[in-house]
T-cell receptor, first 110, second 114 residues
Framework: AQRVTQPEKLLSVFKGAPVELKCNYS??????LFWYVQYSRQRLQLLLR??SRESIKGFTADLNKGETSFHLKKPFAQEEDSAMYYC????????????FGQGTELSVKP | AAGVIQSPRHLIKEKRETATLKCYPI?????VYWYQQGPGQDPQFLIS???????DKGSIPDRFSAQQFSDYHSELNMSSLELGDSALYFC?????????????FGPGTRLLVL
């Protein structure tokens, strides 16, 4: 079965500290992986997609097919990074619906 | 740039009533997805439409129905509402076949069933 797992419900760090939000997935084919962010009272916004291999707001994520992981990293967290982060998987052969993880709330303290 | 629009933003209904949620995708996007996010839960896929035809169906109750119209907007109709239907309902749109294929989300409709 397709599944996305984010083991941490809440991650609290101090400003300037490194951040790693974990994401593991299970999927039999070649999935497309995304990170979406939801700031307080705002809509879900795309942060990263694995095929772009880009860095957005200092965040990067590498797809590790061997470990079936797509962890989100940032070397120096900022207070404005505080938000809810969702890892999601899309299966194109199934209409492209997104399967979300449970989400990780990142809290960056001053 | 224009974003996905959802209306209403908030809705309060009584049990057994009916609700209609509307979604207006980004112009030229041909696919609409509906998701339900219960309190403290991750978004769950309900149903999707591509070029006005249902393309996929998830965990959508039989009490719910949806369609996509000729102008590509979509409506989610919910009947015989139950307390457990209280949730945030997201709509997302995408352009299938584009190099992106990314889903862009609306602000959501928060439904409260009393």
């Amino acid at each position: 079965a397709q599944r996305v797992t984010q083991p941490e419900k809440l991650l609290s760090v101090f400003k300037g500290a490194p951040v790693e939000l974990k994401c593991n997935y299970s999927y039999s084919g070649s999935p497309e992986l995304f990170w979406y962010v939801q700031y307080s009272r705002q809509r879900l916004q795309l942060l990263l997609r694995h095929i772009s291999r880009e860095s957005i707001k200092g965040f990067t994520a590498d797809l590790n097919k061997g470990e079936t992981s797509f962890h989100l990293k940032k070397p120096f967290a900022q207070e404005e990074d505080s938000a809810m982060y969702y890892c999601a998987l899309s299966a194109y052969n199934q209409g492209g619906k997104l399967i979300f993880g449970q989400g990780t709330e990142l809290s960056v303290k001053p | 740039a224009a974003g996905v629009i959802q209306s209403p933003r908030h809705l309060i209904k009584e049990k057994r009533e009916t609700a209609t949620l509307k979604c207006y995708p980004i112009p030229r996007h041909d696919t609409v997805y509906w998701y339900q996010q219960g309190p403290g839960q991750d978004p769950q896929f309900l149903i999707s439409f591509y070029e006005k035809m249902q393309s996929d169906k998830g965990s959508i109750p039989d009490r719910f129905s949806a369609q996509q119209f000729s102008d590509y907007h979509s409506e989610l109709n919910m009947s015989s509402l139950e307390l457990g239907d209280s949730a945030l309902y997201f709509c997302a749109s995408s352009l299938v076949g584009s190099t992106e294929g990314t889903q862009y989300f609306g602000p959501g409709t928060r439904l409260l069933v009393l």
